[in-house]
């Protein structure tokens, strides 16, 4: 979980850690001191001494925390069945490919290098990869997985195209029909 450190000063406004901007935010307690102001956090040892010298220190969990799965542009992001929809649902209008795969499946080893280079050259497409193990089973099911690899390309949260085995030529084919259309 990432963290973002304020300090809650006597004149009760909060500024952030050196390492954000240092734009003031006015708290929702303005008129509440330091003492009163603690009783609304849980304070660690460390922090009820910094309050005793009339500074309060707390963490707040960021957006960032809270904001749902994402993927990133240029890389290959492993989803499972809890968080595959809610990546799909945040592309958009963006193509996205699927890589179902499992471990112990030898063509999957050999194209997933290639699958990464694709990730790479195509920025306006969200690449995913699923271990179809036992766990994602239920979403593998769901998605009509018969063998692996297959890969299945989505344009606004529905399946468009597949291509089963691990036939680079077909994927990259069936990626440039979906992004042209």
Known sequence: MASIQF??????SIRSS???????????YSSTTTKDLSSYCKLSSR????TK???LVFSVRSSLDTAG?????GQVTEVTKDTFWGIVNSAGDK????DMYTQWCGPCKLIAPKYKELSQKYDDVVFLKL????????LAKEL???????FKILKQGKIVKEVTGAKFDNLVVAIESVRSS
């Open 7 to 12: 300090t809650l000063s006597p004149t009760s």
């Open 18 to 28: 050196p390492s954000f901007p240092a734009n003031p935010i006015t708290p929702q």
């Open 47 to 50: 922090q009820k001494n910094v």
């Open 53 to 55: 010298s009339r500074n």
């Open 69 to 73: 799965p994402t993927s990133l542009v």
């Open 95 to 98: 193509t996205v490919v699927l």
């Open 131 to 138: 271990d179809c193990n036992q766990e994602n089973k239920p």
């Open 144 to 150: 009509g997985i018969k063998v692996v690899p297959t």
